[in-house]
């Protein structure tokens, strides 16, 4: 999902280490170092901004780090790309309507035998005509996606096509930069700023605004029988992350509680050439996957959100023009993170969390409340960094959730140089220039590497054996066991998200001891309507 770093001051246990170390007399942070170790296993450490390292480009291939001629039998990658215009579009309709998205994968591997073959990935013509892909779905072959010594990140964030820059301020944001080029390091390095250099706040904030939200659901329960958790988590979503990383309310500013729809206008206006929205097929395909919507529609409300931005982030905007970066570039880069990443993930991987705990039941709701307020009771009665590491269930089901539904579910990379690529069974030859696409369910759902995988189980990932699945949990751009720095594209805000989605269960099941759900299927994850909640009782 692609958002942005972390939240606590220092903390450290068995499990996960954290800690900032800012220098307000240099030029740039003068160090972040991040530790995370597991059990038996070497701890892995980024320093990712420290001043030898952080803004500089990463390392050129040489022929000694090459990898080693592959064991496996060589094949020739199945599939192709049909004729000019017309393979593209039909893949498309395929892709959004004859099939799905999932059966389109699935169908191709049933027909190639293989988990690794050519197609055609939307929108196609005329949004783009660069369609041509190698598709990778199994979880050995997907990796190479984050190899940024084999592939090249630049433009590929939205995949075969890139949204005018006009819907950010004129600029490429962060998402859309290599490593390679000079600004990916300054931005990252932005970002990294932004979300600790008010960390303090982010566990109270989250507190106040998910409160407001549940106690909406509650009174809207009374009065109606349901609740839409959708609206009631936007809201509360946008509020925290302007109240703890900006320190400001939005209903106290010209933004108001408007922040939330203006960020779905604009989020469609990025990624409709991706989206159904449940309108008649030719009118749907035409306006949406044919050409793009002009942006100058939603201008005015875009600027709405920049000056919300730009007017609450002097500590951040000074920080950049440290950096080297101006104020108006850095704005529209902390909206982007801020909007389109880390409050665009929010609203997807909530929904879907509430979803697979809500449908897991009655026992799962009880082991959970035990556990979290067991914890919390342990540590005085406060919701703590050091509570949560006491909450193993609780943490595996939060990975569990974004391994079965990963929030950012397609990632690509173009080859940097001919490479041989592996699936379980066998090995391909890719050029260099190509265009490689992945869809991360796949790989986190393979069945050579977790048992049961269309299974949500909430404690897959408790104790050593199931902490050594976690390399496998991919949807940070990266493994979960890995972190990231300004020389990969590995999400800035990965251990942010976690711990929101960590803080979600944990004030969820300090008001009730269960809960109940209906879903549906949505154009961004899931619909979730509440249809009961009761209340704590021990």
Known sequence: MASATYYGSSFSSSQISFSFQYSSAAKSPSQLSIQRSFPDQPSIVASALSEKSSLSPPPPHTEAAAAAPSKLPARKIPGDHGLPLIGP????????????????????????????????????????????????????????????????KRDLFTGTYMPSTDLSGGYRTLSYLDPSEPNHAKLKTLMFFMLSHRRENVIPEFQSSYTEAFEGLEKELSTKGKAEFGAANEQAAFNFLARSFFGANPNDTKLGSDGPTLIGKWVLFQLHPLLTLGLPKGLEDSILHTFRLPPFLIKKDYQRLYEFFYQNSAPILDQAEKLGLTKDEASHNLLYSTCFNSFGGMRILFPNILKRVGRAGAKLHAELAREIRSAIKSSGGNVTMAAMENMPLMKSVVYEALRIEPPVSLQYGKAKRDLVIESHDAAFQVKEGEMLFGYQPFATRDPVIFDRPEEFVPTRFVGEEGEKLLKHVLWSNGPETENPTVNNKQCAGKNFVVLASRLLLVELFRRYDSFGIEAAVSPLGSSVTVTSLKPATF
């Open 89 to 152: 579009w039909k893949d498309r309709q395929d892709y959004f309507y004859n099939q799905g998205r999932d059966e389109f994968f699935k169908s191709r591997i049933r027909k190639y035998n293989s988990t690794v073959f050519r197609t055609n990935m939307p929108p196609g013509p005329f949004i783009s005509l660069a369609s041509k892909v190698v598709v990778l779905l199994d979880g050995k072959s997907f990796p190479v996606l984050f190899d940024t010594d084999k592939v090249e």
